[in-house]
């Protein structure tokens, strides 16, 4: 029975404890991993003098995918858990510092016996020269949270310019890649969206919904729903608030969840804008599929507003800091 979920595979560097690169320090030259590795003298310290690491920390030393052994090698570490745990993917991390030809390969051995795994990169810009047929499916989706900040949690940017900034994202990728993008507010190597909100709940509630209704899938970083708080690391790689601190929050977010369930248009419909208004500081948009549609409205000012959707043939109220939610099946 296959397991829902993805493992985190770190194929582009090891620790210093990985047997191959323990035999490189010991055997220097004459190792059999030497090509395994980018050692630049011997005899092998740990120092990035001594070898490739990431970003010279030398605890990280770089493995070298255009080796053949080492293609092989990861080629089943991804096969052994597809078979063995029945997961749905990989996310690769590190990715955009991969050898290209190695990925093109692992891509074609893990989709000719599991069509349907998931392989997600991971990348903090425009992904799109690593999507497609010879690379991965879809992608951590920062231009997208850079975004949210920019607008839910800083409030820095306007309507229209997020409004140009999310068409520009949609514009780099074919639907099908946008439909699958890893829509996160915040991960492991960030501050939490609430940190960065400044702790104003309500910019997190914004956000929440926005991330939930938006085109792509959206990614929920543990303890957010809860209302957990952090800086960067190691803030935000705090220990899971269990006793549900929020009740605010998580009722808001399984609320989210279930109109995103509840929704075929969210999960698989077009994504057209209907409002960025800069002076009223209103943003709305549309998800639609046939006759089932999801109309979000987002209110960032201080004033209240009322607003006619014809196509909806409903008006609304929409409250400072809040957001309006239209449903139709």
């Not at 395994?36 to 030393?61: L, Q």
């Not at 926005?210 to 935000?236: K, V």
Request: glycine letters at 6%.
């Amino acid at each position: 029975m296959r397991k829902p979920g993805i493992l985190d595979g770190v194929f582009n560097h090891v620790g210093i404890h990985f047997a191959p690169f323990e035999d490189l320090v010991r055997n220097g030259e004459d190792s059999q991993y030497r090509e395994w590795f980018y050692p630049k003298r011997f005899p092998i310290e740990n120092t990035p003098e001594c070898y490739e690491c990431v970003g010279d920390y030398p605890y990280m030393p770089r493995l070298n995918g255009a080796n053949s052994d080492v293609r092989k090698y990861v080629r089943d570490v991804l096969l052994y858990w597809l078979d063995h745990a029945h997961i749905d993917g990989w996310r690769f991390d590190v990715a955009d510092e991969l050898d290209r030809h190695a990925v093109t390969w692992w891509r074609e051995e893990v989709k000719k016996k599991y069509p349907d795994a998931v392989l997600l990169c991971e990348t903090w810009g425009d992904a799109s020269n690593m999507l497609g047929p010879d690379g991965f499916d879809c992608a951590m989706n920062y231009l997208f949270r850079d975004a949210m900040i920019d607008y839910f949690a800083h409030g820095s940017i306007t309507e229209s310019i997020f409004s140009n900034r999310l068409m520009n994202m949609l514009m780099r990728y074919p639907d099908q890649m946008n439909m699958a993008m890893y829509n996160c507010l915040g991960s492991h190597d960030t501050a939490r969206f609430l940190t960065e909100c400044g702790n104003e709940e309500w910019r997190l509630k914004q956000a929440m919904a926005f991330q939930m209704l938006f085109l792509g899938s959206p990614a929920i970083y543990y303890g957010d729903e809860l209302g957990m708080t952090g800086e960067n690391d190691p803030g935000c790689r705090g220990g899971m608030i269990w006793e549900h601190p929020d009740q605010n929050l998580l009722t808001w977010e399984k609320e989210l969840v279930q109109v995103r369930k509840e929704h075929e248009s969210i999960r698989k419909g077009s994504y057209e804008p209907l409002i960025a208004d800069d002076q009223a500081h209103l943003f709305a948009f549309k998800r639609s599929l046939g006759t089932d549609y999801v109309i979000a409205v987002f209110n960032s000012g201080e004033i209240s507003h009322h607003l006619d959707f014809t196509e909806a043939e409903e008006s609304v109220d929409v409250q400072p800091h809040s957001v309006k939610i239209i449903t139709k099946s």
